[in-house]
């Protein structure tokens, strides 16, 4: 079968697990990639074993690229995605699919248009533990799901916002802990959860003083189906803690996983230190599975990177999706209600009130 042409735009942190990824699928064929730093672009194409840009239009025209992956800044995903659609490639984002509801919709629309397929980078989905919640969540084992609860406690020292000139401010970041860390539990959030009614919610910046944006963040949310969900996320807690997503069922049955222990690692700068775990399993009659999940969790974990594993798998099930011609994992539609989240919250610290979903 032949293999889909695939380039790769933003050559830094979060770059390497993408072409690391691309050089070693079957599905790919690396052929491009683009990063405005020249000499950045250079290196990381001598690493692969692929063409260097500069400029998106040009690697578009010179390489046709049937897919095109974005790992770029949240603000910058869209143009890059625009032009790639429009050259009729399909295209997969990293969270968040964009910083703003505007830049979302003007992709969502190019791929449309295109007629391509527009996913969304949200790896922590695909990790087991979370799989094992979502089964049992569809099953049925938890009757309606009731409550949601999404807590991070994570840290981010003034160093990692001093790495790059785009972090930590309202105009090229376009958020903080909402926007950069939250986005994998905010999609878990809702993906067991459901369509959202409305969101309250208010955002703080505790101990970062060298930077604009939120560092802690916390919102009530009601959803469609009745149930009613918490975030709590923070990267002010040092060291971190845990990050946790707990769904609760009418039946009073309970899922839950820790998908970071300690704090979030960062792409390209730290490695995932522990295996994410099921931590509440309280369905009837499962009870004792907790265990066996861990001692399976932990098992696998010395037998993977966890840190690209998950990014690779997303990454085949996206060139996968091209060639079975099904939506991937995480469609562009599905990223938008994640950036409808982070919105609703800064909206409704400024309004003061409670903000309806969707947001148009
Ligand atoms: N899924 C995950 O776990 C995960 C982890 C880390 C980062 N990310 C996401 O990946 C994205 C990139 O993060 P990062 O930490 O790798 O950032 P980074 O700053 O390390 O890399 C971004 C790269 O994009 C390049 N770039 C900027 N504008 C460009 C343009 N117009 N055309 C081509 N290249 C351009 C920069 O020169 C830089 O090399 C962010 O959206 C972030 O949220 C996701």
């Not at 919250?345 to 409670?354: A, D, L």
Request: overall charge negative; hydrophobic content about 40%.
């Amino acid at each position: 079968m032949s293999k889909i042409r695939a380039a790769l735009v933003g050559c830094a942190k979060v770059g390497h697990t993408h072409g690391a990824a691309l050089r070693t699928l079957d599905e790919a064929e690396f052929v491009a990639v683009c990063d405005t730093q020249g000499e950045r672009a250079e290196a990381f194409a001598a690493r692969y074993g692929t063409h260097a840009f500069t400029n998106v239009p040009r690697m578009l025209r010179e390489c046709r690229p049937e897919a095109v992956l974005i790992a770029t800044p949240h603000p910058i995903h869209a143009g890059a995605a625009i032009l790639a659609a429009a050259a009729g490639a399909h295209v997969l984002v990293e969270k968040p699919l964009a910083a703003s509801l505007a830049d979302c919709d003007l992709m969502i629309d190019a791929a449309r248009q295109a007629g391509v397929r527009l996913g969304v980078i949200s790896q922590r989905r695909l990790y087991e533990p979370v799989r094992r919640m979502k089964a049992a969540v569809d099953a049925g084992k938890i009757g309606r799901p009731a409550l949601g609860v999404f807590v991070m406690y994570s840290w981010r020292d003034p160093a990692y916002y001093a790495s790059d000139p785009w972090r930590g401010k309202w105009e090229t970041e376009g958020g903080g802990v909402l926007v950069n860390q939250s986005p994998h539990q905010l999609d878990l959030l809702q993906w067991f959860m459901g369509p959202i009614e409305e969101i309250t919610g208010c955002w703080t910046n505790i101990n970062h003083p060298s930077v604009e944006v939120d560092d802690t963040a916390v919102a009530v949310l009601r959803f469609k189906n009745g149930g009613l969900g918490s975030i709590v996320t923070s990267v002010a807690q040092r060291p971190g803690i845990w990050t946790k997503v707990h769904i609760h069922g009418s039946n009073g049955a309970s899922v839950g996983v820790e998908t970071d222990h300690g704090a979030s690692f960062v792409a390209g700068v730290s490695n995932v230190a522990d295996p994410a775990l099921n931590d509440v399993w309280t369905i009837p009659g499962e009870e004792h599975l907790l265990r066996e999940f861990e001692a399976e969790d932990r098992a696998r974990f010395g037998q993977i990177d966890a840190t690209t594993h998950y990014h690779r798998l997303q990454i085949e099930d996206f060139l996968r999706a091209i060639r079975e011609g099904r939506p991937p994992l995480v469609t562009g539609e599905e990223g938008r209600i994640v950036v409808e989240m982070f919105t609703a919250i800064y909206r409704s610290q400024r309004e003061r009130g409670p903000i309806a979903l969707p947001i148009r």
